[in-house]
């Protein structure tokens, strides 16, 4: 689906516990403190200084707009991902992020072929209502979200709108979707005003190969 690159959150925000009623962790489980804090700051040091970044045109209602965020893509050969009009060929895994790989692939009992890195420099940097729901990830993909630096607000809601649910994803935490989360839910990181610093998020996923 494509990631709208106006990334302004129009949707109510409730002060409900709404996780609880509506996402249950079958959809959307969240673990803080996944990584320990020195390995979590060292991760993000790393990826920072040694990404290379991208920051891609994609076109949005006929325009083409700069992403309002800087990506890279990894993977095994032949894991391409195709999305919003772009067409990823993955590099290789960083040492570091095979490492982070084999271990949430034998937490999660999953495999995982790629990972797309995004890094949100400031709040300016956000990401649309989207779900992960390209045909080359399946129907019921498992998604393991790893967030780095900086605290931002994650929203989740139903596909047909509606309130959202927010979620805090803090450094060090893993957001494990699966399930209906990407076929029934929506999800945000919005635009903020307040002042926030670098946050880096890993998506790590398996794409059928063709
Ligand atoms: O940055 C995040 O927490 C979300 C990233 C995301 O939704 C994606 O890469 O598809
Ligand atoms: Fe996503």
């Given at each position: 689906m494509a990631r709208s690159?106006?990334?302004?959150?129009r949707s109510v925000i409730t002060d409900r516990p709404v996780v609880e009623q509506q996402i249950g962790p079958e959809t959307f489980e969240y673990r803080p403190g996944f990584l320990g804090r020195d390995h979590a700051d060292g991760l993000l040091q790393y990826l920072w200084r040694g990404v290379v970044w991208h920051q891609d045109p994609i076109v949005m209602f006929g325009r083409r707009v700069l992403q309002p965020r800087l990506t890279a893509w990894f993977g095994d050969a032949g894991a391409r991902y195709r999305y919003s009009g772009l067409d990823l060929e993955p590099d290789s895994w960083p040492r570091r992020l095979a490492e982070l790989k084999d271990s949430l692939q034998r937490e999660l009992e999953q495999s995982f072929n790629s990972v797309l890195v995004n890094a949100?420099?400031?709040?300016r940097d956000c990401m649309g209502w989207h779900a992960?729901?390209?045909?080359?990830?399946?129907p019921v993909p498992t998604i393991a979200s790893l967030s780095l630096g900086a605290t931002r607000r994650f929203l989740i809601r139903r596909g047909n709108g509606g309130p959202s649910t927010p979620m805090d994803l803090e450094h060090g935490s893993l957001l494990v979707m699966r399930g209906d989360a990407q076929s029934r839910y929506r999800h945000a990181v919005p635009r903020t005003a307040r002042p926030v610093g670098l946050r880096i998020n890993l998506t790590f996923r398996h794409v059928r190969q063709a």
């Open positions: 690159a106006d990334c302004r959150s949100y420099r400031d709040g992960d729901d390209e045909p080359e990830l399946g």
